[in-house]
């Protein structure tokens, strides 16, 4: 994620002259909910608010989480599961998987949250247009008795899809969505009010599409505090701010009056020390914990980005380590060429990397152009070996600044080769309607967080069929049926078998360099500055408070939640 300040212009009088012009700003808005009983986020919610279906590529921020609860969650600090709606899973046979549900558990509108609820949400997977339609093909059949949950596999299961799902799946209220649990609907209808079991409801009140969603506490109590699995939260509400002006937004967080920043700020090391009352997870670079592969995107529907060998001569034209310090000040490193995360760094092949891999280099850029029939014009820009001239788009979203600057130092090295990229910045929804639909040359893409597994990178990559709309996996629209096979071996490999997942993430590894339907080009963090001016106890490394401190889309469920339910009043 990325904030929209002149990232190379920034100071600590510039930060001062923010802060006293939205202070009238700030002082209206803290003035709608009690100060001291209000959590101000930001950072998730870029463009106008579309809704309440947690199956939108851009719903309400918290929704997932704060409303609409998991049956599991997973603290990948310490890489391990945690029961939450259900009270326990297990494999009962090496198909069959035993769900246990909680008792006491009750949606927002009074009605019990039962075993038949959890089955329902389960079966929306026959939806082609659900994210984990191809999980549930492989599932046999869904039963209920009482308080369980009996989910029989056809065949051998995809062990970590299955796992992952787990943790992912929002639980919604059938009765809310019975009339829209088709293949439309489901990723594009809305309620007007969405019904869940977690900790915060919808405050209809404080709602503005185009500048904030309010959640208020659940006026009957939490289920998770009264059984004493989790502390009870206390702020009262929680206010997500849409992301629309970067000077407001910075002088909120710098003057106390927003607590938890998701965005990329710049000089983070100049901001922590500045008097702000600002906090990171470390005290020292890189300040924030690792939390997603940055990737250039090509449109592999389109020529020349449809050529494998134009791809990997762009990504040898990339200079990643001068955008890590330039655009990042080096709170990024450079990728892997295989695009995987330094928690998995077990599995990656380095033999496979040093044959097939890359790095920056303009020469090798041009002999792999040159070999495939590339020339170029008059102008000095490659043309198609048919003659055509090579002139592409790269879309970032308007705003996010470490992108913005990243495109133009992409589309520098990229004319330095020859090859003619220029940079463009829609609205974030547009950003995202285009990536979705296929509309768009270039981007730089990093939605898929980190996670229990690296099957949900392959996953993302390689996912087929390709469907009208791409909400969630292979953006790049890329066909490789041998990829994929081998993806669907890699789910249904269970995650104690590290051997076999070893064996298998090698071959998708040489697969991967060899086309890069994706170009891997930095680690981001997991963004978050916080303010303690009205809360304290936020996670910190060397404490017993060792949680993600991000409230982007599929992150509460992964201790963002932890770190809201830990907070404690400034003052107190």
């Known amino acids: 994620m990325s904030f929209g300040i002149n990232r190379r212009t920034f100071t600590v009088v510039s930060a001062a002259a923010l802060m006293a012009t939205v202070a009238g700003t700030a002082l209206a808005q803290s003035g709608e909910y009690p100060r001291n009983e209000t959590l101000y986020m930001s950072g998730a919610q870029w463009g106008n608010i579309i809704g309440f279906n947690p199956y939108f590529g851009n719903f309400a921020n918290g929704l997932i989480g704060l409303v609409n ?11 391990k599961y945690i029961n939450w709606l259900a009270e326990k899973g297990d494999w009962e046979s ?12 009750k949606w927002s509108d009074g009605d019990d949250f039962t075993a038949e609820d959890v089955k329902w949400n389960i079966d929306l997977g026959k939806l ?19 308080n369980t949950v009996t989910v029989t596999f056809e065949g051998t299961p995809n062990y970590q899809a299955w796992q992952n799902a787990l943790w992912n799946i929002p639980m919604m209220k059938p009765s809310q969505w019975k009339d829209h649990a088709n293949e439309t609907d489901i990723t594009s209808w809305t309620p007007e009010e969405p019904i869940g079991t977690g900790p915060y409801v919808f405050d209809k009140a404080g709602y ?30 929680i206010i997500d701010l849409v992301n629309s002006s970067n000077n407001v937004a910075l002088g909120l967080l710098l003057s106390g009056k927003q607590d938890l920043n998701n965005n990329f700020l710049p000089g983070v090391a100049t901001l922590i020390s500045g008097g702000y009352g600002l906090h990171t997870y470390y005290d020292k670079p890189p300040y924030m914990l690792p939390a997603v592969t940055s990737w250039l995107l090509p449109n592999t529907k389109k020529a020349p980005l449809d050529d494998a060998a134009f791809r990997r001569a762009l990504a040898f034209a990339i200079n990643t380590d001068q955008i890590a310090k330039v655009d990042y000040g080096n709170v990024v490193l450079p990728a892997s060429p295989t695009g995987l995360l330094p928690v998995w760094d077990k599995y990656i092949d380095k033999e496979a990397v040093k044959q097939h891999g890359f790095s920056y280099d303009p ?13 170029k014009g008059a102008d000095g820009f490659y043309q198609t070996p048919k003659g055509e001239p090579i002139d592409l788009k790269i879309e970032v979203p308007s705003g996010w600044s470490d992108w913005m600057q990243a495109v133009q130092m992409i589309s520098a090295d990229a004319k330095a080769v020859g090859i003619k990229i220029t940079p463009k910045y829609p609205d974030f929804n547009t950003y995202q309607s285009q990536r979705n639909t296929g509309n768009f040359d270039l981007m730089i893409e990093n939605s898929q967080p980190l996670s229990d597994t690296p099957y949900t990178y392959y996953r993302y990559l390689y996912q087929l069929p390709i469907l009208s709309s791409q909400t969630n996996y292979n953006f790049a629209r890329f066909e490789d049926k041998e990829a994929w096979d081998l993806t669907v071996q890699l789910a249904k490999t269970p995650r104690t078998d590290i051997e076999k997942m070893k064996e298998i993430t090698a071959k998708l590894q040489v697969s991967f360099m060899d086309q890069l339907p994706m170009i891997p080009l930095w680690y981001n963090g997991a963004w978050a500055q916080m303010s303690t001016t009205t809360w304290k106890n936020w996670p910190a490394d060397g404490t017993d408070r060792q949680f993600i401190p991000i409230s982007w889309r599929g992150w509460l469920q992964m201790t963002g939640l932890d770190t809201i339910t830990h907070l404690e009043p400034a003052g107190e």
């Open 128 to 146: 082609p247009t659900i994210w984990w339609t191809d999980l549930y093909k492989s599932i046999k059949s869904v039963e209920t008795s009482g």
């Open 69 to 79: 609860e998991t049956l599991f969650r997973y603290d990948p600090i310490a890489d």
């Open 208 to 237: 503005d599409p185009t500048t904030r969603v309010v959640w208020t506490k659940t006026p009957d109590g939490w289920w998770a505090s009264k059984a004493g699995i989790s502390p009870d939260p206390k702020p009262k509400y």
């Open 363 to 375: 020469k090798k850029s041009a002999e792999i152009l040159d070999a495939a029939g590339y020339k």
């Open 94 to 105: 090496p198909t069959v998987f035993k769900l246990t549900i909680r008792s006491g558990i």
